[in-house]
């Protein structure tokens, strides 16, 4: 029987993060899937198998280890991706957390429109603190640009809307994409998303089915993630910088120019976003008129 799911979670020396995953993957039930854990810890994770052997136990489908070591973010999806057998495939990060309607509502999605490699759907981005005896705090949660109306190549060029623990896709359409790219130490997975695009059109749920979770605590090892340690502007710009130097170095369009196009555009696009987030507060004949 061929398996709905693959679930594919990167992470290293985070076992807190993990177990609130499980919790979350308990919840949200998704029936025929697979959790595959990927360690990219250099040295493993103490305490992992033990984890593993603890979740086979608790959720009632496959739990699968594999490993790494690479302290790599796109070796670790790839490592991930390489062992995934479902037909839908869901990168769920190890701090990220879903609702329990999120594999029911985009696998729904995804077979009433055939003509959609993937489905994004809303998200929330919690700030928290994780403290010492491994439980969170949540000091903010707040939409993540739940204004937008759909997911496009330029939208996506312009800035990443959605994030992966938003997005499921089709294993076929995944094969055709290849592998994450793991020279970039850095917007992996924004350079996924476009070269996703030029494959195939996701889809949009615009119910807010996920989270993802920022923690400001550089001084805990393993509790933050890369868009709360370090400036996210800087590395977007080397990001953009690195493409466009691809492209000029090749001679040819592609996705350094794209991404040139889209900084181009990001004035326009946070003035849509800001009348669309004023018109919520605003009469309506007021806000049309905007």
Not at 80 to 99: I, N, Q, S, Y
Not at 147 to 157: D, N, P, T, Y
């Amino acid at each position: 029987m061929t398996l709905e799911f693959s679930i594919l979670t990167r992470t290293a020396l985070r076992l807190p993060f993990l177990e609130r995953a499980r919790v979350g993957l308990e919840a949200a039930a998704p029936g025929s899937a697979e959790w595959i854990i990927c360690d990219d810890a250099p040295e493993g994770t103490p305490g992992m198998a033990a984890f593993v052997e603890a979740a086979r136990h608790a959720l009632p489908f496959e739990v699968r280890l594999v490993e790494t070591r690479s302290a790599s973010r796109p070796r670790a999806a790839n490592g991930a991706l390489a062992a995934a057998r479902g037909r839908l495939v869901h990168l769920h990060d190890d701090d990220d957390t879903v609702e329990p309607a999120f594999y029911r509502r985009t696998a729904a999605f995804l077979d009433a429109r055939p003509d959609c490699g993937g489905v994004a759907v809303l998200c929330d981005r919690v700030d928290e603190e994780l403290a010492r005896d491994g439980t969170f705090r949540t000091l903010r949660r707040r939409p993540h640009y739940h204004e937008i109306r759909s997911v496009g190549l330029l939208s996506m060029a312009t800035t990443q809307t959605v994030p992966p623990i938003g997005f499921v896709a089709r294993r076929s359409v995944l094969d055709a994409v290849g592998p994450f790219d793991e020279s970039l130490s850095v917007c992996e997975d924004h350079e996924y998303f476009l070269r996703f695009l030029l494959q195939a059109d996701i889809g949009l749920v615009r119910e807010r089915l996920a989270a993802f979770h920022h923690r400001p605590s550089p001084e805990q090892p393993g509790a933050c993630n890369s868009l709360a340690s370090t400036d996210h502007e800087a590395q977007d710009a080397r990001f953009r910088t690195l493409m466009l130097r691809r492209d000029m170095a090749q001679g040819g369009m592609g996705l350094g120019w794209l991404l040139a196009l889209g900084e181009m555009n990001r004035p326009a696009w946070r003035r849509k976003v800001f009348l669309r987030r004023l018109g919520r507060r605003l009469p309506t004949a007021i806000a049309r008129r905007l």
